[in-house]
């Protein structure tokens, strides 16, 4: 069973800039779809961004459009998200999750890491 565990949390001013990792481990990443989904107590969940098994298809949500980057390194099992110009309203947890690529919805989620925006 594939397994996500997601690092690079924090506290950051506005404006700065935070880079999530999320480590997979049970198997192998590069079969899978991921995705950074984010959620605040008592919110709905938010897609963040999303990049295909292959990296060739990334799609962002309207909320950190050219201030986020998702990539991933399949050898290393690994997917990240690089966050710039942070705003207090990008306070929350940040989730990665997997999916095959032959499913519609996010299969593995890892546990989240928090990030918090404030000066």
């Known amino acids: 069973q594939l397994q996500l565990r997601e690092s690079g949390g924090g506290l950051v001013q506005p404006g700065g800039s935070l880079r999530l990792s999320c480590v997979a481990s049970?198997?192998?990443?590069?079969?899978?779809?991921i995705a950074w989904f984010r959620q605040a107590p008592g919110k709905e969940r938010e897609f963040v961004a999303a990049i295909s098994w292959s990296g060739a298809s990334i799609n962002y949500g309207d909320s950190v459009k050219g201030r986020f980057t998702i990539s991933r390194d399949n050898a290393k099992n690994m997917a990240y998200l690089e966050m710039n110009s942070l705003k207090p309203e990008d306070t929350t947890i940040y989730h990665c999750?997997?999916?095959?690529?032959?499913?519609?919805?996010?299969?593995?989620w890892g546990q989240g890491t928090q990030v918090t925006v404030s000066s």
């Open positions: 049970g198997g192998t990443l590069s079969n899978y779809d």
């Open positions: 999750a997997a999916r095959r690529p032959i499913v519609s919805k996010y299969e593995y």
